[in-house]
């Protein structure tokens, strides 16, 4: 967890979406160099979600490509698993197991090597030691969201896909959270947030997404 | 390796904790087993010679209650999304999540089969071969349940979709099952079916949870 990561780049080039029949954007460039931020700004619908399910995998772009140093990530699916922390909408928390067992799981999943000490650490920080041994079910919102977010330094990756991670949090969490994505990007990773809140990110470019959303009267076939 | 016994010591944990699948699946085959005799008569001789059908029957349906659950606990509370997210391939954690399944309801079938056999007056030397047959049957009822579980996510009444879909392809598995019995309780050799039933888990085994695997990652879309 010390050592940094490796300078590396992370670009879109033409990318679009489509969900059902409707074009959510289209044409959506970005590039992103270690230790960079990227803020993902628009209204509800326009596609901040589904763009960070597109950068994690889930989602298939229609157009355009995704790139990590140059090669393209779908090239390889587990490689880029690999280098990805995926926090979404749902916490992803089992109420019958511990918060410990929770996290040590998904860590594990990541990376069979990581070990117990990181995970106690990403509790640690997350101000969640003191809950370890609490089942999932007990916890409150704003504590579930701290637990997904301690996956994050359960098991390191050099990008972070983070959507709406101040949902739910107490302004002292969101301090937190700031500092431990500060830390991450000193030492050389990425993080793609949205968010509605404020949420503190020095220096980070801003994407916004309503302005790739196409015309009215563009036709869905023009991208499939 | 190393995430497919994670993933499987975490549902054996969550199955032991919860408790209430394994127990569902056992009663539901006790019960309807037993309402067989009342159905038919205390009439010894027809009793065994259905008592391979009703059991296997039985089974069969007392398999598919739980399947509905295999992955739709994991789809509503997003943890499906960051399992597709492993950077290992889907369809071994499939593999995973149907060994874990298979542990806490076909295992507890295969322990109650020959008692529930002895109630059915089935012929002491079927025995055996229920046995076997259910050893080699309940795994492919799993593996092929995983694939209607993964088609079924997000549909609504997805439990009675979930049967149309898989009761069907039960059948070989049902016929093969039910003929190897048949043929050791008449001093027939069984080795052909116990063979067909082997070569159709092998089948399974492969092929299951890449089908399974394909639907996971069409839901999540």
Same mark, same amino acid.
């Given at each position: 967890?010390?050592?940094?990561?490796?300078?590396?780049?992370?670009?879109?080039?033409?990318?679009?979406?489509?969900?059902?029949?409707?074009?959510?954007?289209?044409?959506?460039?970005?590039?992103?160099?270690?230790?960079?931020?990227?803020?993902?700004?628009?209204?509800?619908?326009? &596609?901040?979600?589904?763009? =960070?399910? !597109?950068?994690?995998? #889930?989602?298939? %772009? +229609?157009?355009?490509? $995704?790139?990590?140093?140059?090669?393209?990530?779908?090239?390889?699916?587990?490689?880029?698993?690999?280098?990805?922390?995926?926090?979404?909408?749902?916490?992803?928390?089992?109420?019958?197991?511990?918060?410990?067992?929770?996290?040590?799981?998904?860590?594990?999943?990541?990376?069979?090597?990581?070990?117990?000490?990181?995970?106690?650490?990403?509790?640690?920080?997350?101000?969640?030691?003191?809950?370890?041994?609490?089942?999932?079910?007990?916890?409150?919102? &704003?504590?579930?969201?701290? =637990?997904? !977010?301690?996956?994050? #330094?359960?098991? %390191? +990756?050099?990008?972070? $896909?983070?959507?709406?991670?101040?949902?739910?949090?107490?302004?002292?969490?969101?301090?937190?959270?700031?500092?431990?994505?500060?830390?991450?990007?000193?030492?050389?990773?990425?993080?793609?947030?949205?968010?509605?809140?404020?949420?503190?990110?020095?220096?980070?470019?801003?994407?916004?997404?309503?302005?790739?959303?196409?015309?009215?009267?563009?036709?869905?076939?023009?991208?499939? | 390796?190393?995430?497919?016994?994670?993933?499987?010591?975490?549902?054996?944990?969550?199955?032991?904790?919860?408790?209430?699948?394994?127990?569902?699946?056992?009663?539901?085959?006790?019960?309807?087993?037993?309402?067989?005799?009342?159905?038919?008569?205390?009439?010894?001789?027809?009793?065994?010679?259905?008592?391979?059908?009703?059991?296997?029957?039985?089974?069969?349906?007392?398999?598919?209650?739980?399947?509905?659950?295999?992955?739709?606990?994991?789809?509503?509370?997003?943890?499906?999304?960051?399992?597709?997210?492993?950077?290992?391939?889907?369809?071994?954690?499939?593999?995973?999540?149907?060994?874990?399944?298979?542990?806490?309801?076909?295992?507890?079938?295969?322990?109650?089969?020959?008692?529930?056999?002895?109630?059915?007056?089935?012929?002491?030397?079927?025995?055996?071969?229920?046995?076997?047959?259910?050893?080699?049957?309940?795994?492919?009822?799993?593996?092929?349940?995983?694939?209607?579980?993964?088609?079924?996510?997000?549909?609504?009444?997805?439990?009675?979709?979930?049967?149309?879909?898989?009761?069907?392809?039960?059948?070989?598995?049902?016929?093969?099952?039910?003929?190897?019995?048949?043929?050791?309780?008449?001093?027939?050799?069984?080795?052909?079916?116990?063979?067909?039933?082997?070569?159709?888990?092998?089948?399974?085994?492969?092929?299951?949870?890449?089908?399974?695997?394909?639907?996971?990652?069409?839901?999540?879309?």
């Amino acid at each position: 967890m010390t050592e940094g990561w490796p300078s590396s780049s992370f670009s879109a080039d033409g990318l679009a979406c489509v969900r059902g029949e409707r074009v959510v954007f289209a044409q959506l460039d970005f590039q992103l160099a270690s230790g960079e931020a990227l803020l993902l700004l628009g209204p509800n619908g326009s &596609g901040k979600s589904s763009l =960070l399910r !597109l950068l994690a995998g #889930l989602l298939k %772009p +229609a157009a355009g490509r $995704l790139s990590w140093n140059g090669a393209a990530v779908a090239d390889d699916r587990e490689v880029h698993a690999a280098r990805i922390h995926y926090v979404g909408h749902h916490d992803a928390i089992k109420p019958v197991l511990t918060v410990l067992e929770n996290l040590r799981f998904w860590a594990r999943l990541h990376d069979p090597d990581s070990g117990d000490e990181a995970a106690r650490m990403a509790l640690e920080r997350f101000g969640l030691w003191r809950l370890h041994e609490v089942p999932g079910k007990l916890l409150s919102a &704003g504590q579930k969201r701290r =637990l997904n !977010l301690s996956r994050l #330094l359960g098991a %390191p +990756a050099p990008v972070w $896909l983070l959507d709406e991670p101040s949902v739910a949090l107490d302004k002292a969490s969101v301090k937190t959270l700031e500092a431990v994505i500060a830390e991450h990007r000193a030492r050389g990773g990425m993080v793609i947030l949205s968010t509605h809140a404020d949420v503190d990110l020095p220096g980070a470019q801003a994407l916004h997404l309503d302005r790739f959303a196409p015309a009215p009267a563009a036709a869905v076939e023009a991208w499939i | 390796m190393t995430r497919l016994s994670e993933i499987i010591r975490r549902d054996l944990r969550l199955a032991l904790r919860q408790g209430s699948d394994s127990i569902m699946v056992v009663t539901f085959f006790v019960l309807t087993v037993v309402l067989f005799p009342f159905g038919l008569g205390p009439e010894t001789n027809l009793l065994e010679r259905t008592s391979a059908g009703i059991l296997w029957v039985t089974a069969l349906l007392a398999s598919m209650l739980s399947l509905d659950r295999l992955f739709l606990a994991d789809y509503e509370d997003g943890s499906l999304e960051l399992l597709a997210l492993t950077p290992t391939a889907l369809e071994l954690l499939v593999i995973g999540k149907v060994v874990a399944h298979w542990l806490t309801t076909g295992l507890p079938l295969i322990v109650a089969a020959p008692v529930l056999a002895v109630l059915l007056q089935m012929n002491g030397d079927g025995f055996a071969t229920l046995v076997l047959t259910m050893l080699l049957g309940t795994p492919t009822l799993s593996l092929i349940g995983a694939i209607g579980a993964a088609l079924v996510l997000g549909a609504r009444r997805g439990g009675v979709l979930l049967s149309l879909l898989v009761l069907p392809l039960y059948v070989p598995v049902l016929i093969f099952g039910v003929g190897a019995i048949d043929a050791a309780v008449q001093d027939l050799p069984s080795k052909a079916q116990l063979l067909v039933l082997g070569g159709m888990l092998l089948a399974a085994l492969p092929l299951a949870p890449w089908a399974a695997a394909a639907a996971l990652r069409q839901a999540l879309e």
